[in-house]
């Protein structure tokens, strides 16, 4: 009895191990021969971090890495404060009977080509000169979902007399929002807006659909994207692995908030 | 005790849809008065609350307030203050924060703010607790912070939307109390709404019975106890024996084919359906030969309290047992058991005649 519970165990982990593995040895292959003394991608030959050394002086490199932070940037702070508002707006509808929710959340589901290809042909509809601008507008679109989704699920658990307290003792609807309804939701809107700098920064497909032609709109993944069709180099494991690293460190921090807020 | 209304509630209406939730409320509440607004839920007296904070517009009549209409007045612009039910203290803020915050809204000078906060802080015994957030405090506590939020700003009128309700019974108690102290310290007007017929008794001075958004009743405690308008009222206030019968000369005849004698309200005339209505206390077991109503019923059930005795009695009166309370003297003396039978009694003066 206790042998085959325990064989079952043993089973159950090597399964468990197999997952991850599978999971994560690539990404740990990549990061490995990102510090990898030998120009081959795939053999072993010494530590070094001259791929970061070389990346630094790659001016294709830090040109699209400075776009990309533009971009990012941009995007996160436009869909951040209007998801915030809208997520505010949508649930105070919901609480009167009225229905969005589904309206506003279809970016997050629509597949990413096909939002590509309706950014682009609405684009060129309207005759705008491509360039970054579509780029911030384009991931605004989808991380407005995104950050609005965020602030919902707190705001699902905020305690609407607040509001009415802040009025009653002689507020104004913006003094409420600025000191009362926005410091409760903070940690959420933190999170949304992190989130959405996850996401801009390694989205490929709309960026590449609503960039235009030119060097001057290369985003990263782009950038990465053109390099490796002549192969992959130890500089392009390098950028991943930063890249990975930034994204790692804004999606743990915007967990680690929300998780705050649900323990409060 | 001045009379000067504070508050005028001139038939006010609010329909929320097709549902009318205040029908047509009038009402005048004095100065310094301690008014309750009382009734089953849903029977208005939030609606009525909410309009007087300026949280829902009324659809008809006026709401004025010194003299001056307010009906249409946002909240952060009447002069009147609410407790929240839930207390809606904000939790990012402290103690000290919430408290002040009322006064920040006014641009009053920091050391207005600080004096102020601080007398408020010490009358409602917050001052150990100024440094804490909402959620390091108890449901007393949280209780006391948003009264002191409230008072601070020297409101014409306190709202309170159930405010004992989410302490337990014997704290409830206790602040029943306490807010009367505090009421009768501040000089404020204090109108509370609650659904629990024993805290209005205790602590209005005046009380207005609410019943599917109309007024029934508006007086003191002891009136509304003594001298109900209604039979729901008579139900709703305390307990009442109820006995159905169909009015005569002077009471009312019941099923069993007795007289039960009391004074028949104005415009009840013979033969019309009645009930008739006695309170536990007033009814004597083993009553002396000059009482005029008077049965014999069977002990069903008895309750000990402590302070006195519940007897449930099987009467030929009505359907439903009748209570009776015997003090617990009474019930040393006489010791009763179930299936035991009794002969009460009661004053033609003690009993109330309704409409039925």
Known sequence: MADRSRAARQAGTTVLVLVFAFLYVPIAVLVALSFN???????????????????????????????????????????TL?????????????????????????????????????????????????GLHTIVLA??????????????ARLKSFDWSITEASADLGASAFTTFRRVTLPVILPAVVAGALLALT????????????????????????????????????????????????????????????RGMVGR | MTTRPVLDIDSVVKRFGTLTAVDGVTLSIRENEFFALLGPSGCGKTTLLRMLAGFETPNGGRIMLDGADVSR?????????????????????SVRANIAYGLEMERKSATEIRSRVDEMLSTTQLAALA?????????????????????????RVLL?????????????GEMQIELKRLQHEVGITFIVVTHDQEEALVMADRMAVLKDGRLLQCDTP????????????????????????????????????????????????????????????????????????????????LAYHGLDMQLHLRTPLAEKAFLVRVTADTADRRPLKVGDAVEIGWAASDTRIFRN
């Open chain 2, 160 to 172: 309170l939307d159930e405010p004992l309700g989410a302490l337990d019974k014997k704290l409830r």
């Open chain 1, 139 to 152: 991931h605004v679109v989808f991380n407005l979902a995104f950050v609005c989704a965020v602030v919902r």
């Open chain 2, 222 to 301: 002891h009136e509304v106890y003594e001298h109900p308008a209604d039979a729901f009222v008579a139900g709703f206030i305390g307990v009442m024996n109820f006995c159905a019968g169909s009015t005569v000369g002077a009471g009312i005849k019941a099923g069993d084919g007795s007289t039960i004698a009391g004074d028949l309200p104005d415009g009840l005339t013979a033969g019309s359906a009645a009930l008739a209505a006695v309170r536990p206390e007033r009814i004597a077991l083993f009553p002396s030969p000059g009482v005029v109503n008077r049965t014999t019923g069977t002990v069903e059930a």
């Open chain 1, 199 to 258: 996401l801009s920064v390694d989205e490929f497909i709309i960026a590449f659909f609503t960039a235009g032609a030119g060097r001057s709109s290369t985003t990263l993944p782009m950038q990465i994207y053109s390099m490796i069709r002549f192969g992959i180099t130890p500089e392009i494991n390098a950028l991943a692995t930063i890249v990975m690293a930034v994204s790692v460190i804004a999606l743990a921090i915007s967990q680690r908030l929300n």
């Open chain 1, 82 to 130: 209007l998801g915030t508002l809208l997520a505010i707006g949508v649930e105070i509808r919901r609480r009167r009977g009225g229905a969005l929710e589904a309206l506003v959340f279809a970016p997050m589901i629509i597949p990413d080509i096909v939002l590509a290809v309706a950014l682009l042909s609405f684009f060129s509809m309207l005759d705008l000169t491509m």
């Open chain 2, 131 to 155: 440094d804490r957030k909402p959620d390091q405090l108890s449901g007393g506590q949280k209780q006391r912070v948003a009264l002191a939020r409230a008072l601070v700003k020297r409101p």
């Open chain 1, 37 to 79: 003394e030998g120009g081959l991608p795939t053999v072993w030959s010494g530590f070094s971090v001259k791929w970061y050394v070389s990346l630094a002086s790659n001016r294709d490199i830090l040109s699209a890495a400075l776009n990309t932070l533009i971009v990012a940037v941009a995007s996160t702070v436009i869909s």
């Open chain 2, 73 to 93: 007045v946002p909240p952060n612009r009447r002069p009147v203050n609410l407790m929240f039910q839930s207390y809606a203290l904000f939790p990012h803020m």
